[in-house]
């Protein structure tokens, strides 16, 4: 990286009006401050009337909520504006087995974490051994938000806070109904918007972004350029050639078949949770929001072509996707080994996508923006801040391949090429076999991750690989844990509070409801 001179950071122009370019601007106009005077930042946003935003990414994780309560969004404005609902967690259909193979044919990822009463057995090694009910999988048994969300109940009641619920959740929305309501929030906060394409990015003589310019608004010029131009990555890929690091060979699907469903009665019940089903190449999701379902097909054009994957939309949706034409989306699958260069930052789909399947794509978002608003180079000084920015992404998306794979790579599916290829040692990353290797004899613990730089806590990596059904052979010599009976009791415990759950807690449907009412 080249020494740059250092003026102080005043000026600041985001490229692009997606969720990342929006969520960015309101988070740094919130945490920093704007304003006209000489010794505030000023945050611009440019974005295209033509090229549009992607308009896909309709499930979030859990730490949305938090992204909302900063930025200063309440939540029955976002349910209300965003057709949002609540997501507890992923149900994974076929993804162990093939259809009609004798065994399982689903398991659930909960937001919530396992229940852990203060001085009580940690759950899972004694899940491992049997304590819980038999047949029933980690999941179930070591939280109610399975059974919470399976009878499509809401993880919250009226009167909890904005934000707060006896289970955790995340959202799903309309992602253009998201970007409006984000654009709206961030000009009342100070950013100013300009419609305009950017046509030409002008680098100056240390190689670093020098002005962009517009076909509408003239020459645009800051201290620190912000690129959220989604796939297309006008300054940080285009105009810096900042190599991109396709991982493909891991994470096969690079192709979306996308739709828009109508439900098929007004009050048809809306399923709390994104249903992934495995198919022949790939896995569709199926979101539910408050007046249609949000479903796609992403596969791997390797495995399959674009008229079978269509087919198998249609065949998942039924005919309520009869007048329907699904859209095709085109995925570059990778990241960026540096998303900060120079004076240049990317944040979203310019800095990488690692597919849909965990959500990743909007919580990498505000990842990215918690971070330049915290390491803010006020003084100029780009390069101490440009490196930590850039490990903390690297690692994260380095981290985030590894959790998406091992949904993949466990799977016992050999009715089709694009499964057995995914079992493959070459397809799988070193440090995800390694952790593979250690959990042979032993169940994942918190020590096993730096926690700082994952997304995904501890207890998502145990959901998934037992929902896999990983087979953990523990204390091989077959000795029973000290505390066996009293897990037991726990695990009794969560099953006799989750028929109190759902006594207490409303549908999810009403729960929405409620949120519509209020505004
Ligand atoms: P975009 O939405 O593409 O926005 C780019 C912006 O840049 C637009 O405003 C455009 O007008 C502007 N622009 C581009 N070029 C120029 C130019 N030359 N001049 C001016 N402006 C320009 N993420 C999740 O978290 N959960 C999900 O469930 C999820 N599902 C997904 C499913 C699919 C099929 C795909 C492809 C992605 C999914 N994602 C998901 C990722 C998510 O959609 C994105 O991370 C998110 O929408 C952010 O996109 P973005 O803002 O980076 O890009």
Redesign the pocket.
């Known amino acids: 990286m080249k020494t740059l001179p250092k003026t102080a950071v005043k000026n600041v122009l985001i490229?692009?009006?997606?969720?990342?370019?929006?969520?960015t601007a309101a988070f740094l106009a919130k945490t920093m401050g704007v304003g006209a005077d000489a010794d505030s930042v000023r945050i611009t946003l440019?974005?295209?009337?033509?090229?549009?935003?992607?308009?896909?990414?309709?499930?979030?994780?859990p730490s949305i909520r938090g992204t909302l309560a900063a930025i200063g969004i309440d939540e029955a404005r976002f349910i209300r504006e965003c057709n949002a609902t609540f997501k507890q967690g992923i149900r994974f259909n076929h993804w162990v087995r093939e259809p009609g193979a004798p065994g399982n044919d689903h398991y659930f990822h909960p937001f919530s974490l396992p229940s852990q009463r203060p001085g009580g057995p940690e759950l899972l090694p004694y899940w491992l051994q049997g304590a819980a009910a038999p047949g029933l999988g980690f999941a179930a048994a070591a939280t109610m938000q399975k059974r919470v969300a399976d009878a499509s109940h809401a993880p919250k009641r009226p009167a909890d806070a904005d934000f707060m619920g006896p289970l955790n959740y995340a959202y799903h929305f309309d992602?253009g109904k998201f970007?409006a309501l984000l654009s709206t929030h961030a000009q009342s906060l100070g950013v100013k918007h300009v419609q305009?394409?950017?046509?030409r990015v002008e680098l100056d003589q240390q190689g670093a972004i020098g002005a962009?310019h517009?076909r509408e608004a003239g020459v645009l010029t800051a201290d620190l350029y912000i690129d959220?131009?989604?796939?297309?990555a006008?300054l940080i890929g285009e105009a810096l050639g900042t190599p991109f690091r396709n991982i493909n060979d891991v994470l096969f699907v690079d192709r979306?078949l996308?739709m828009q469903v109508p439900y098929d009665r007004p009050d048809a019940p809306i399923p709390s949770y994104?249903i992934s089903t495995a198919h022949e190449a790939g896995w569709t999701?199926d979101?539910g929001l408050h007046q249609r379902r949000g479903i796609?097909y992403?596969y791997s054009s390797r495995h399959t072509d674009d008229n079978r994957a269509e087919e198998v939309l249609r065949q998942y949706i039924g005919p309520a996707a009869d007048d329907l034409s699904p859209r095709q989306?085109k995925?570059n699958v990778g990241y960026r080994d540096l998303h900060w260069v120079n004076n240049c930052v990317a944040?979203?789909?310019?800095?990488g996508?690692l597919?849909?399947l965990e959500?990743?794509?909007?919580?990498?978002?505000e990842t990215a923006a918690y971070l330049v608003s915290y390491l803010f180079p006020h003084d100029g000084d780009m390069e101490p801040v440009a490196k930590v920015f850039n490990q903390m992404m690297k690692s994260r998306y380095e981290r985030i391949v590894d959790f998406v794979k091992l949904h993949y790579c466990l799977t016992q599916r050999t009715d089709n090429q694009f499964w057995i290829d995914n079992t493959l040692d070459a397809s799988i990353p070193e440090s995800l076999r390694d952790k593979l290797a250690m959990w042979r004899t032993r169940a994942p613990h918190r020590m096993d991750f730096v926690v700082d730089l994952e997304m995904y806590p501890p207890s998502s990596w145990q959901y998934v690989l037992y929902g896999m059904e990983y087979p953990t052979k523990q204390y091989a010599n077959g000795r029973t844990l000290p505390r066996f009976d009293e897990a037991r009791k726990e695990f009794q415990m969560i099953e006799q509070m989750s028929q109190r759950a759902l006594a207490d807690l409303p549908t999810h449907r009403a729960m929405i409801e409620h949120f519509l009412q209020r505004g």
Not at 15 to 23: C, E, F, S
Not at 359 to 365: A, E, F, P, Q, T
């Open positions: 490229v692009g009006g997606g969720t990342a370019g929006w969520l440019v974005e295209s009337k033509e090229i549009g935003i992607i308009g896909v990414g309709e499930g979030t994780f992602a970007a305009a394409t950017v046509e962009v517009t959220c131009t989604g796939f297309r006008a979306a996308a994104t999701w979101i796609g992403v989306l995925l944040v979203g789909l310019s800095g996508f597919e849909p959500s990743s794509g909007i919580g990498l978002i």
